[in-house]
């Protein structure tokens, strides 16, 4: 069976890929090379043994998502990743973040909505929750306004799917990401942050591995246990067959409702210090940070209840801290040697 997975070269998009060869599908890629470059196929084949087919392409072209689809009508669903994801840019350039991840998606739903029928898996984001009154943050929980054009775009998509999954035959899963991290473990492939990182990983491992000279910690005096915040970091090969389960659950014709959503987390909740720790623990590196204020926008607390994931998907993420750190680890090492 054939899927189309948008942005398969990114750091989710191409693990996904790993595991969608791994169960037996053919993959289709269509990535811009925005974020991402086509090195990465290499380290997919060195993986996986099989070489996906790639269709370097900008989906905020209408024609060529038309031409796309023409010559690939035979696609058992799609996964889509393709989209900008910096909070900081979607502030300074917001028409950036609609124009990419909003049309892209129209273009596709466009294609889709004519086909008797498809399944079609999004990319979404912990985010659209914004600071849940409780934790751990069920689906239920009621979103928030978002905070930056980027969260905005995740609300957004989230209801044009629904929108058009109601008089379509498109069915959808939308998936909500906690915070994804680690590498694959062969390390082949893994996160290529441009520029400076402003995720907590990768910072830290470009720091351990000599390339920054200091972690700056966003604020030690959140109301949690050691004062700084707390996220649900996932290992990203764990997240990778959550898509595979889902594609496989719509392809089975599964779904209870046209639209499901998922949160997609652990279920535990890690402090920066405690990050910084278990990184300290799994590379034997002292890692040089200094606390200072707190960074805009954060939440203090965001970790997932995952509940509904582990019963009616059956998945349950594997991976634990330190393992997700060594793995980023052991990528930092690879890609810097
Ligand atoms: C960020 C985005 C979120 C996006 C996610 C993608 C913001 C406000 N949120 O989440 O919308 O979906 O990335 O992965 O940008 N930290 C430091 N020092 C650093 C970097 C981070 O102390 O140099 C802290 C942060 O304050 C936060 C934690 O580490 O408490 C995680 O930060 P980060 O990796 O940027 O993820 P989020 O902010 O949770």
Redesign the pocket.
């Given at each position: 069976m054939k899927v189309l997975v948008t942005g398969g070269l990114g750091f989710i998009g191409s693990h996904t890929v790993v595991e969608l060869q791994n169960e037996g599908f053919e993959v289709v890629i269509i990535d811009n090379l925005s974020n991402s470059s086509e090195e990465v196929l290499k380290g997919i084949v060195a993986i996986t043994g099989k070489t996906p087919i790639f269709e370097k392409m900008d989906l905020r072209e209408k024609p060529a998502v038309q031409n796309f689809f023409k010559k690939h009508h035979d696609i058992a669903g799609v996964i889509h990743f393709a989209a900008s994801?910096a909070?900081?840019e979607s502030v300074e350039n917001p028409l950036l973040y609609y124009e990419n991840n909003i049309s892209s998606l129209v273009y596709i739903l466009q294609e889709l909505q004519q086909k008797p029928e498809a399944n079609f898996i999004f990319s979404s984001?912990?985010?659209v929750y914004g600071q849940a009154e409780k934790m751990p943050i069920t689906e239920e929980a009621p979103l928030q306004k978002a905070?930056?054009p980027?969260?905005a775009t995740k609300q957004m998509g989230e209801d044009i799917i629904t929108d058009v999954a109601k008089v379509t035959n498109i069915n959808a899963i939308l998936l909500r990401?906690f915070?994804?991290v680690g590498a694959h473990p062969s390390a082949e492939i893994g996160e290529l942050p441009i520029g400076v990182p402003?995720?907590?990983?990768p910072?830290i491992t470009q720091t351990g591995i000599g390339m920054r000279a200091e972690?700056?910690?966003?604020?030690d005096d959140y109301p949690t246990p050691d004062g700084?915040?707390i996220?649900d970091y996932i290992h990203v090969v764990d997240l990778a067959k959550a898509h595979v389960v889902a594609l496989q659950r719509l392809i089975n014709k599964k779904n209870a409702t046209k639209v499901e959503i998922f949160n997609l987390g652990t279920g535990t909740g890690s402090s920066?210090l405690e990050v910084i720790n278990t990184f300290e623990k799994v590379s034997g590196k002292k890692l040089p940070y200094k606390i200072v204020s707190r960074?805009e926008?954060?939440i203090t607390s965001?970790y997932a209840n995952t509940d509904r994931a582990n019963t009616v998907l059956g998945w349950k993420a594997q991976s634990t801290l330190e393992h997700s750190l060594s793995s980023a680890w052991k990528w930092e090492q690879k890609i810097r040697s």
């Open positions: 994801k909070v900081g984001s912990c985010t905070l930056s980027y969260g990401y915070n994804p402003q995720n907590l990983i910072f972690l700056a910690v966003y604020g700084t915040c996220r920066v960074r926008g954060d965001a």
